[in-house]
Every structure is written in structure tokens, then in C-alpha cells.
């Protein structure tokens, strides 16, 4: 309960403020479709998005105040680890695939995505392994960075065979980032980074000559990819989602046409309270309502990473630097996508669409920032305070 003393407020209230934007857009977004195309009630997506914010407000209190050793149990982080790695082998031989990919597993009337708590757990192995072995990461890289490496390729793996390639790469970059973050030489880290660049390039490549020839890519995934090459010569079929997001975008203009009042979400976006509840916000609160909230969730982002490159404790730094990686990218990508700078993913923007599993993690991320952000300055306070005394005597 100290810990509630010490709460970091550059970190709660931005996550307050865009959890409730996430709120309102949700439910502006997705009630024609609840009305008109499910023939539910229009408050339906209003109710459980509140339920999941509200839920996991308590979720993230539960883990600031948590206490930070037991967050390094090596018992506690492989029994997560064993478990997510179980329920992806689970959705592989079993899971029954919606909108192409088996990424959901049904818990009663609710549906799980492991590759959501994939992200998490990832973090906090990395974070476990490297902080225990920064002398190893530095002299050692190779017989260091292999063992967890195993773990990290069995996850990356189990997710792009469900196939979920936007959730693979949110996992490959978090794991690339937070090897470079723990201690190695700037030499291997620049030359892991242009090689990583150059297999993206090459990917993209391979995928513009041989198309669904290439192993694990499904015929929707390559259209996404025609979409994004060409997406107005294709407005009628694969191109169809980026047009509309453009039409979103362009009628909302600097100010947008105002809440509730969006056309595109009528049946011209699939998923406008999930995947392009960013092109809604832009059509109804137009480039005025994306800044507020883009500028918001990067200063969140900027916050922890701040707090990751300031903590004493490398456990904690690695956790927060994962952490911060993940929102970034995961808004990256979902923006990228809603702009046509990126093929659509299906990736969410953090904290403003629709999704249990998606703000359950999210909440819990805040919770550990926080952890950590608290435990840092109790210790800072206590070490001042026994400097003073050692004066004083």
C-alpha cells in the first residue's frame, strides 16, 4: 500500500485519459454495427469495454502493489512461460480459425488471445534472463543469448503459424529491442539492426515475386499486401479498407464532422471499433482529435522509456524499455495501417479499440511501469535518508 504514495501520475493520468477516449470512441464506433448488422443492443461494445477498463484499473493497482521481488521469482515467470507456450500449441492443433487465423481460444462467452499475453510474458523473461546476466550478454553473447533465444523462437513461431504475422512482428522487434538494450557492444548491435532491416526488405520482396508461395502466407495476407501497393486500382475488393479509411479520414479533415456522426463506420469499415477505430476518430474529431490522443499516448511511451533508462535496477529497466517497445510499435503498426504507410495487420491501437485480451495486457503493462517507477523512488528516498543519518553521525 506505500506504493500508492509513490505513484508515477506522467504514467496513471494519460492511461486514465485515453482509456476513457477508448470508451467513448468504442461505443461511437461500434453501435451501428451492434444495431444494424448484429441486431444487438447499441450500448452492447459501450458495456464490455467499460467492464475491461474498469477491471482493469483494479488490475493495475493489484500489480503496483505487488511486490517488485516477487516479480523475480523464476518459479512464477517459467510457470507463465510453460503456460503460453501450452495454450499456442493448444490453438495450433486445435483452435478453429476465424477471419483466417486461430488466434482465439473460447473461455465460456469470452475469448483469449495468447498471442496477446505472449507479449508480456516475452518481456518479462527477457527482462529476468538479461538483468541476470548482463556480464555474460557483454563477453559471452553467443553461449548467453542462445538458451533464451530457443524459448523466444518457439513463441515467434507458434504465433506465425496461427497465422498472426502483425502479432509475430510486435513480438520480433520487442525482442530485438531488448537485446540491445541489455549490455551488448554497439558494433553487434548496429549489425544486427541493418541485418534485420535488410531481411525485412527482403521479405517484402519475396512476397511482391513469389505471393502465397511462401510457407505460413494465406491468400488474405497477400491481398493486404496488393492493398497497400495499390490500393485504389483494388477499391472493390482487397483495396477496399484503406479507400474507406481514406474517405474517413479526409471528410473529418482538421476538425472533424463530430462524435456519433461518422459514415464510414456504416457498414464501409469491417472493423471500425477494432482495427480502424483510428480512421473514426480522425473522421469524427478530425487531425485536432488523432494529435490529442497520438500525442498523449507517445508522451506515455517517451515516460517509460524514461523511467527504464533511469531505474538502478536492471530487472526493472529492461521490463519498462519492453514495455514501451510494445505500445510503440503496436501504435506504429495499427497507424501505419489506418495511413496506408504499412500492409493492414489487423493490429489495435493501444488503449482506444475495442478488445478484453488487448486491455487486460495493457493494464497489467501500466501496473508493472508503475511497480517499477514506485519501487525506484522508495529506494532513492530510503538511501537518502541513510546518507543523512551516516551524516548526522
Not at 339 to 361: A, C, H, K, M
Request: aromatic fraction near 14%.
Amino acid at each position: 500500500m506505500k506504493k500508492l504514495k509513490y505513484i508515477d501520475y506522467y504514467i496513471f493520468i494519460p492511461y486514465i485519459i485515453l482509456s476513457v477516449i477508448g470508451i467513448l470512441m468504442v461505443y461511437s464506433a461500434s453501435s451501428f454495427v451492434a444495431v444494424e448488422l448484429q441486431g444487438k443492443s447499441a450500448t452492447r461494445y459501450l458495456i464490455l469495454q467499460s467492464a475491461f477498463v474498469f477491471v482493469g484499473f483494479f488490475i493495475t493497482m493489484f500489480v503496483l502493489m505487488f511486490k517488485y521481488k516477487m516479480l523475480k521469482n523464476k518459479q512464477l515467470m517459467m510457470a507463465a512461460v510453460v503456460v503460453i507456450i501450452v495454450m499456442l500449441i493448444y490453438l495450433f492443433l486445435f483452435g478453429e480459425k476465424v477471419n483466417g487465423a486461430a488466434g482465439w481460444l473460447q473461455v465460456g462467452s469470452f475469448g483469449i488471445q495468447p498471442a496477446e499475453f505472449a507479449k508480456i510474458v516475452i518481456i518479462w523473461y527477457f527482462a529476468f534472463i538479461f538483468s541476470k546476466k548482463q556480464k555474460g550478454i557483454v563477453h559471452e553473447f553467443r553461449q548467453t543469448i542462445t538458451p533464451p533465444s530457443i524459448i523466444f523462437l518457439v513463441f515467434l513461431l507458434l504465433i506465425v503459424i496461427q497465422p498472426d504475422v502483425g502479432g509475430a512482428g510486435i513480438l520480433l522487434v520487442i525482442g530485438v529491442v531488448m537485446i540491445f538494450a541489455s549490455g551488448i557492444s554497439a558494433t553487434l548491435g548496429i549489425g544486427l539492426g541493418v541485418t534485420g532491416v535488410g531481411l525485412i526488405l527482403g521479405v517484402v520482396e519475396l512476397v511482391k515475386i513469389y505471393g502465397t508461395k511462401i510457407p505460413f502466407l494465406e491468400q488474405y495476407q497477400y491481398n493486404r499486401f496488393l492493398a497497400f501497393w495499390n490500393p485504389f486500382a483494388l477499391s472493390n475488393n482487397e483495396g477496399n479498407q484503406l479507400v474507406n479509411s481514406y474517405f474517413a479520414l479526409r471528410r473529418g479533415g482538421i476538425f472533424g464532422v463530430g462524435i456519433g456522426k461518422s459514415v464510414q463506420k456504416t457498414g464501409y469499415l469491417p472493423e471500425p471499433y477494432t482495427d480502424f477505430i483510428m480512421s473514426i476518430l480522425g473522421e469524427e474529431t478530425g487531425l485536432i482529435g488523432i494529435l490529442v490522443v497520438v500525442s498523449l499516448f507517445f508522451f506515455l511511451i517517451l515516460r517509460i522509456y524514461l523511467i527504464g533508462i533511469r531505474a538502478k535496477d536492471a530487472f526493472g529497466s529492461l521490463l519498462c524499455i519492453g514495455i514501451a517497445t510494445m505500445l510503440l510499435v503496436q501504435g506504429f503498426i495499427n497507424l501505419g495501417g489506418v495511413l496506408g504507410l504499412l500492409p493492414i495487420s489487423g493490429v489495435t491501437f493501444p488503449f482506444i479499440s475495442y478488445g478484453g485480451s488487448s486491455t487486460l495486457i495493457l493494464t497489467i503493462s501500466i501496473g508493472l511501469v508503475l511497480n517499477v517507477s514506485a519501487t525506484e523512488r522508495i529506494r532513492a528516498e530510503e538511501q537518502l535518508l541513510e546518507s543523512r543519518k551516516l551524516e548526522n553521525n
